[in-house]
């Protein structure tokens, strides 16, 4: 049988008999509700970028490093983003011809880096530093999540205070060796023994693997750790 209205109808008698008392709550919890949500945080949202390249290509398949492009990570506060050049070590020849990579030849013959989006963006307020975390035994994936399979990088992490000093409060248990640090596949269980113990590994143990003490929780979400 035909349907007397058309389907969208439905929607519209939904929002005339719901809407008006869940704009009234809306307006109450929006304030904070809003700011948390990761339309404003930004996270998990894709952005598009002036070529679309792939960590699930180039890291999950090819099983490129991070430190192959994203050079000073471990010596600087900033990660850093690869020049053209580190693209063309390889694209000078390989895929040499792909449209996709238009914007990369045309960067590399005029000497102009490619415009990428930031994916990233905390306020200038908060002070941030890749390396001590890295050296502290912090990994990428636990701040990153699984890098290796996004085609377009999103932020993973709200980013937001709490989620800083969820960590900063108990770093222990998101602790890794020093070199599982660029691995997106480690994860801290039976799978992936201490080879010393033929079990998990334990915080005492990696701490002890890194030689480096952790900080008590109390100096490290101190205000001026991340205001300075
Ligand atoms: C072949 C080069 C290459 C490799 C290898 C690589 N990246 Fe990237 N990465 C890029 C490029 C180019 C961008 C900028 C474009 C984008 O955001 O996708 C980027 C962006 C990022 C961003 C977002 C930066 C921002 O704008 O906030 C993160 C986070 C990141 N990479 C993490 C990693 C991690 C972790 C690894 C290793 C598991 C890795 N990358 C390996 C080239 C690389
Ligand atoms: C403790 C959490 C944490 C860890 C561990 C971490 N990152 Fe980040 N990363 C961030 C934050 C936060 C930002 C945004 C910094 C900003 O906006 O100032 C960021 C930004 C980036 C960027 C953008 C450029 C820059 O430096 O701001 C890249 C690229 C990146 N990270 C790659 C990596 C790679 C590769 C690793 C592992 C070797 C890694 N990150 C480990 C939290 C982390
Ligand atoms: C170590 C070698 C290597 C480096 C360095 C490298 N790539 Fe690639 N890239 C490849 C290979 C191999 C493929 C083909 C992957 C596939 O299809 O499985 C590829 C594919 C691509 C594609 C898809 C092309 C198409 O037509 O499907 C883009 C876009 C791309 N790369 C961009 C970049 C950018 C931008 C950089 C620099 C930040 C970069 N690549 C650095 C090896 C590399
Ligand atoms: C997954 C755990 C984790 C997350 C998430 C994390 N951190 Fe850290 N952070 C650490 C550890 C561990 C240390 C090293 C403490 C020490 O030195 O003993 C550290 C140290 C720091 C330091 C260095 C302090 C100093 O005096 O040099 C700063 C700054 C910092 N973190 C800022 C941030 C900010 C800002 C964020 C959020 C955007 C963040 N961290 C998220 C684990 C984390
Ligand atoms: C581990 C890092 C870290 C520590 C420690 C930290 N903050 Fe923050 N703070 C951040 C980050 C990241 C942001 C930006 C993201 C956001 O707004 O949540 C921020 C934002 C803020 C803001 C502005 C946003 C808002 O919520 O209104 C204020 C105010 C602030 N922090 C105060 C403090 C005070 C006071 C302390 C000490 C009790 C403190 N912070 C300790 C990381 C930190």
Known sequence: M???FHSSMNSVARISVFGLPLLFVGSILGGTIIYRSPYITGEREVIDQPVPFS???HVGELGIDCRYCHTSVETSAYA????????????????AGSDMLGPVRESYKQDKSIPWEGVHNLPNYVYFNHSIHL?????????????DKMNLTFQDKSLLMEWCLKCHRNPGP???PKEEIFSMTWRR???HPNPKTGEAWTTDEII??????????????SCSTCHR
């Open 208 to 221: 002890d693997h890194n030689k480096l003490k952790i900080r008590d929780a109390i100096q490290i979400t």
């Open 135 to 147: 050296a502290k035994g912090v990994g990428c994936y636990s701040c990153h999540g699984e890098i």
């Open 55 to 57: 960590h699930k290509h």
């Open 174 to 176: 998101n602790l890794r």
């Open 2 to 4: 035909a349907q007397i």
């Open 189 to 191: 269980d039976k799978d």
């Open 80 to 95: 850093g983003i690869p020049p053209t050049k580190t693209c063309m070590n390889c694209h000078q020849q390989m895929w």
